[in-house]
């Protein structure tokens, strides 16, 4: 069975920077292409950034554009999100998204979210 385990979330000040992990765990399993959302209270869930399978291509939500930073190990089977200059309107439930691969099948999964607070 595959889950997908977020971490590093927390209360911060605006201008301040956390880092977000996403460690993946399962049988034989691979990870394509993966990405970050996030959920505010009262707001649909909205995508934040993605990265490809071998990690040459991002893509990143305007408002984050210049100050996240997504990136992937994948020798650890873990996914990041560095995120720097944090403002107010950045706090939300932050998820990990993952297409993965077994030997039984491909298909998405989620984590089950870090909470980012950020502070005015």
């Known amino acids: 069975q595959v889950r997908l385990v977020e971490s590093g979330g927390g209360l911060v000040q605006a201008g301040g920077s956390l880092r977000l992990s996403c460690a993946a765990s399962g049988r034989a399993l691979s990870l394509m292409a993966m990405a970050w959302f996030r959920q505010a209270p009262g707001k649909e869930r909205e995508f934040v950034a993605g990265?490809?399978?071998?990690?040459?291509?991002?893509d990143y939500k305007d408002s984050v554009k210049g100050r996240f930073t997504i990136s992937r190990d994948d020798t650890k089977n873990t996914l990041y999100l560095h995120m720097n200059s944090l403002k107010p309107e950045d706090t939300a439930v932050y998820y990990c998204?993952?297409?993965?691969?077994?030997?039984?099948?491909?298909?998405?999964?989620w984590g089950q979210g870090t909470q980012v607070t950020v502070s005015s």
């Open positions: 998204n993952a297409l993965v691969t077994t030997t039984r099948d491909t298909q998405y999964y």
């Open positions: 990265i490809s399978r071998n990690g040459g291509y991002t």
